[in-house]
């Protein structure tokens, strides 16, 4: 079963690019990548998900690696309410697993 | 078109007791998932529906159980509750596993 390990906190600054990568080494061939924001007593949202490569859409940007061992979210020019808790979230047939997630601070 | 709704959202119960959780997936959606989020242990995968099967089910006892019925509405229950039950419970819905999920509220339960 993939698991994923991402960084506990990232500071960043208003109109920054954030970068928030998730390492998940054993990643099945079938498996999606899939990231989600929480904020406080609010359910996780939709980000983004990929299979491979590059995937792009109107918040945010997925990279994978040909090797799939990793994927790294790319926040453009962040904003102050992108505060809020990023997770990496590795599917397959058996289990949906999430990561510890990332607590992303933007500060003005 | 109305996002999923959990209810209750609150809840207070006493060690030993019982409860039930029902989760109203998004229309269309045949999907449903049960997640537990704890300050310590995060979000936590219970287990997932489709089509009134259990596809997957996650690393708990078996006094967390589920159900979802034919409308595809969702049902789970913990028996025998323990101080260590208190969480946020969550639940998503998506036309299909594994495809985009959209988040409840969530439950809140707190055991005393």
């Known amino acids: 079963l993939a698991k994923t390990t991402q960084p506990i906190s990232m500071d960043s600054y208003e109109g920054q690019e954030v970068n928030i990568t998730c390492s998940h080494n054993?990643?099945?061939?079938?498996?999606?990548i899939t990231w989600y924001q929480q904020f406080p007593s609010q359910g996780p949202r939709f980000i983004i998900q990929?299979?491979?490569t590059k995937v792009t859409n109107e918040v945010a940007s997925l990279f994978i690696p040909a090797d799939r061992k990793s994927s790294t979210l790319s926040l453009p020019r962040v904003s102050l309410s992108d505060t809020a808790v990023y997770y990496c979230l590795v599917y397959n047939n058996n289990d949906m697993r999430f990561g510890a997630g990332t607590r992303l601070t933007v500060k003005p | 078109k109305a996002g999923v709704t959990q209810t209750p959202r609150y809840l207070i119960k006493t060690r030993g007791q019982q409860v039930t959780l029902s989760c109203s997936p998004i229309s269309g959606h045949r999907s449903v998932s049960w997640y537990q989020q704890t300050p310590g242990q995060g979000l936590q995968f219970l287990f997932e529906?489709?089509?009134?099967?259990?596809?997957n089910k996650g690393n708990f006892p078996g006094r967390f159980s589920g159900r979802q019925f034919s409308n595809s509405r969702s049902e789970m229950n913990v028996s025998t509750l323990e101080l260590g039950d208190s969480a946020l419970y969550l639940c998503?819905?998506?036309?299909?596993?594994?495809?985009?999920?959209?988040f409840g509220p969530g439950t809140r339960l707190t055991v005393l």
């Open positions: 990929g299979y491979k």
């Open positions: 998503a819905s998506s036309l299909v596993p594994a495809h985009e999920q959209f």
């Open positions: 529906y489709f089509s009134e099967t259990q596809r």
């Open positions: 054993n990643i099945a061939t079938n498996d999606y």
